[in-house]
């Protein structure tokens, strides 16, 4: 065998075993096998995945080296890794450095596989488990989990057998999922609840898992709640509890020109409106040098909180208002950071129907500037990653899509609750977003002549 072929294998196991190989990608779902069936047996669910998730990139790790040859020729998009070293530490390296959002340990568990488990649970990624044909048969998958400690969110069985193990072994019935042996409703029925998964805000739950950051959490909202500390923390920290409010501090703007990330913010004829107010969404556009003064910008993000200075923030829910103020309190920065949490408002978005949708943060924005009611309202940006020049100005490589956390959908369907909210000149230069607009107008005065 050549050198550079010994070479480069000894780097691809020192490099997976330390965990610092990085994926192209923003997010990982991560597989975690030991032979070729346990692979093929879920080959039509990495698929669906695939296709569901472009911004997702998949990770298969398995022991064998023919099966890492293998997994490359069958899915030649993924990264193929062998799998950590049965060590917490180095699990969790894995986990931070491909930013994992999920894992599919498939059939029997191994003493590494139960590290990469409690490394996941430090972190609140969500783990699934799904007996698979591999060889040792169905029962030693099933009789393992009984000795696992760890937390499995969801368990994919295909026999009423295994089902009923599990069932007395002490896992919640809910958590449990007996997929029909074959037949085209066993993928749907998979992705379905993986996709469930992928949706939840991990830093949200990670806050909730650890007691001192909890409990921390929930002194900083008592202090902002309490006149009199707040008064104090003023220096620190300043919240706008009301629309009222945040219209003052935004100087009663006449025209809002609101702006998302996408390449439609950046055309010629943006630079041309004139507007009293710009709201803005994240930071990544700190960098390109267009219209980077916001007076208000909408995040859930540490990094945004820290790369951009002046305006006022706009932050969801109060869920992450108490993790950011925890991060800012703790934090040696000069100078006051003023926000606002859109929750507090009681706009539609937070309304009990919305419940389990996570809306963008240019959701949150389109809403918030609906609600304070200007009269006019421009937007632009917001296509619907649907632009034919990619996701972001000048990124045509980042695949044009929703992240896991975001379904296309109901984001639509709150952009166009908002939209019709609104009462005063509503100028849309989003492409995607104006079609979408005016056929919804459309259908809803043919509804109404129609009665």
Not at 416 to 424: C, D, F, P, R
Request: proline share 7%.
């Amino acid at each position: 065998m050549p050198a550079t072929a010994v070479s480069s294998r000894a780097a691809e196991g020192l490099w997976a075993r330390l965990g610092q190989v990085a994926c192209p990608g923003e997010r990982t779902f991560w597989l975690i096998g030991h032979r070729q069936a346990d692979f093929e047996a879920v080959s039509e669910l990495v698929a669906a995945i695939a296709v569901r998730y472009p911004r997702l990139d998949i990770l298969f790790t398995a022991p064998q080296p023919a099966t890492r040859a293998w997994l490359r020729e069958r899915f030649p998009r993924a990264v193929v890794l062998p799998p950590p070293l049965p060590i917490t530490f180095i699990a969790s390296r894995f986990l931070v450095n491909l930013n994992v959002r999920g894992l599919l340990i498939l059939g029997a568990m191994t003493a590494a596989d139960r590290a990469i488990l409690r490394a996941a649970n430090a972190r609140a990624t969500p783990a699934v488990f799904a007996e698979t044909p591999s060889g040792g048969g169905t029962d030693a998958s099933a009789t393992s989990l009984g000795a696992v400690p760890e937390r499995i969110e969801h368990h994919f069985v295909d026999t009423p057998a295994a089902q009923a193990r599990l069932l007395a072994a002490g896992v919640a019935a809910e958590r449990i999922t007996q997929l029909p042996e074959r037949g085209d409703a066993r993928t749907p029925m998979a992705l379905d609840i993986i996709s469930h998964l992928l949706a939840q805000d991990l830093k949200l739950i990670r806050s909730r898992l650890r007691p001192l950051r909890r409990r921390l959490e929930r002194l900083a909202l008592q202090a902002m709640d309490d006149r009199r500390v707040r008064r104090l923390l003023a220096f620190k920290v300043q919240r706008f509890d009301t629309l009222y409010d945040l219209r003052r501090a935004l100087g009663n703007p006449t025209t809002i020109l609101c702006l998302g990330n996408g390449p439609s913010s950046e055309e010629p004829e943006v630079a041309k409106m004139r507007y009293d107010c710009l709201f803005r969404v994240n930071h990544v556009w700190v960098k390109r040098g267009f219209l980077t003064e916001p007076n208000m910008v909408f995040t859930n993000s540490k990094a945004t909180l820290t790369a951009v200075k002046g305006p006022i923030f706009g932050l969801h829910s109060i869920k992450s208002e108490a993790r950011l103020l925890v991060t800012r309190f703790l934090q040696k920065v000069r100078g006051g950071a003023r926000y606002a949490t859109i929750e507090r408002f009681g706009l539609h978005l937070s309304e009990p129907r919305w419940h389990g949708v996570r809306p963008t943060n240019g959701a949150v924005m389109l809403s918030t500037a609906v609600a304070l009611q200007p009269e006019r309202l421009v937007v632009a940006g917001i296509d619907l990653f649907s632009h034919p020049s990619g996701p972001y100005p000048g990124d045509s490589e980042t695949p044009n899509a929703y992240t896991p956390g975001h379904n296309a959908d109901s984001e639509l369907a709150l952009l166009l609750e908002a939209l019709s909210l609104y009462t005063g000149e509503l100028v849309i230069l989003s492409p995607a977003l104006k079609e979408r607009w005016e056929e919804f107008h459309r259908n809803r005065r043919q509804r109404r002549d129609a009665s």
